[in-house]
């Protein structure tokens, strides 16, 4: 504290010795000066291009320091310093967004009992889309059934199998496959389902437990 009042008495000091030496300063509403490479002391109304690669200071007509001015940056430097600034933005954006999260989070799953209420609705509704799938099934298992019937009748010489039923062979194969495909597919989305569960479990477990310590410290 002491230093920075020593550093006002010699700015003020300064200042002074300034407008005495130089009355031009006087009609200055703020005074530029730093200490350029060279070291010396320069003083202007205006920022000094001297000292443009190193901090140099505005002050007041008392001798008080109105700012400090920071070195301009080069061309490259100040992309380097746009893409710095960039990163902590989008950093500070990630934690608010995960933080706002968190609480929605919390708020929707009260306690581990709502959030099983809602993984077991979740899976549910994905095995009613699997037990219409596997009915389809069983009615493409019969399809076949007659279709395989009506095949037997050209069992000794398959050449001779009408193109309108081997059109209905081949679109039955087709059914067939694309109905197992979706079926494997709803069994993939039950893992994800519970993936995504175990999860937002995993993370719930440390904001209740975040929630109780905070509760228990009031």
Not at 32 to 38: F, I, M, N, R
Request: charged share 35%; glycine share 4%; hydrophobic share 35%.
């Amino acid at each position: 504290m002491s230093g920075q009042r020593g550093n006002g008495r010699v700015s003020a000091w300064l200042v002074g010795v300034l407008l005495i030496c130089t009355p031009w300063l006087a009609a200055a509403q703020s005074i530029y000066t730093c200490v350029d490479s060279k070291g010396r002391r320069l003083t202007h109304d205006r920022p000094i291009p001297d000292c443009i690669d190193r901090e140099q200071r505005e002050l007041n007509s008392n001798g008080t320091v109105k700012r400090a001015i920071g070195p301009t940056l080069t061309e490259r430097e100040a992309d380097l310093e746009d893409q710095r600034q960039r990163k902590e933005s989008e950093e500070r954006a990630r934690v608010q967004e995960a933080k706002r999260r968190d609480r929605a989070l919390v708020a929707r799953y009260q306690n581990p009992a709502a959030h099983d209420a809602e993984r077991a609705d979740a899976l549910r509704q994905v095995d009613e889309v699997i037990a219409i799938a596997k009915r389809r099934q069983a009615d493409l298992d019969q399809q076949r059934t007659k279709l395989d019937a009506e095949l037997e009748f050209y069992k000794n010489d398959p050449s001779s199998v009408p193109a309108a039923l081997k059109q209905r062979v081949a679109e039955h194969a087709s059914d067939v496959a694309a109905q197992n495909r979706f079926i494997a597919d709803q069994e993939q989305e039950k893992k994800r389902v519970n993936a995504r569960f175990d999860t937002e479990l995993a993370r719930l477990r440390q904001l209740w437990a975040q929630r109780g310590s905070a509760t228990a410290d009031r």
